[in-house]
Nanobody, 131 residues
Framework: QVQLVESGGGLVRPGGSLRLSCTTS????????VGWFRQAPGKEREGVSC????????YYSDSVKGRFTISRDNHKGTVYLQMNSLKPEDTAVYYC????????????????????????WGQGTQVTVSS
């Protein structure tokens, strides 16, 4: 059974840092694209970052590039999102998702809008950036 469990969210001041973790089980992590998405109140869900199953390529949205870093530990079955220089506009529920298809090559930002029905999703973790 595929499971993804996010953790590490919380309240942080602007300029601060958080590291989110996505603990996975039920599949071989290295064989699937895994992404981080977020949804702020009143807004649509948006892609943040993705770790590709092919070539280890990583992708970021323009809004987080240079501040966030995605990484993966296949042995532990965990995907991380290190978030630095956090801004109030980063406030959202952050979700981890695994694409349904092995070796899907769906990690580029132009593919993120199609992940809604093409992925397993975690339950989300709240990140609040406020002074």
């Amino acid at each position: 059974q595929v499971q993804l469990v996010e953790s590490g969210g919380g309240l942080v001041r602007p300029g601060g840092s958080l590291r989110l973790s996505c603990t996975t089980s039920g599949f071989i992590l290295g064989e699937y694209d895994v992404g981080w998405f977020r949804q702020a109140p009143g807004k649509e869900r948006e892609g943040v970052s993705c770790f590709s199953s092919t070539g280890g390529n990583v992708y970021y949205s323009d809004s987080v590039k240079g501040r966030f870093t995605i990484s993966r530990d296949n042995h532990k079955g965990t995907v991380y999102l290190q978030m630095n220089s956090l801004k109030p506009e980063d406030t959202a529920v952050y979700y981890c998702a695994r694409h349904l298809t092995r070796w899907s090559q769906s990690c580029e930002p132009r593919s993120w809008s199609r992940w809604g029905e093409s992925a397993y999703w975690g339950q989300g973790t709240q990140v609040t950036v406020s002074s």
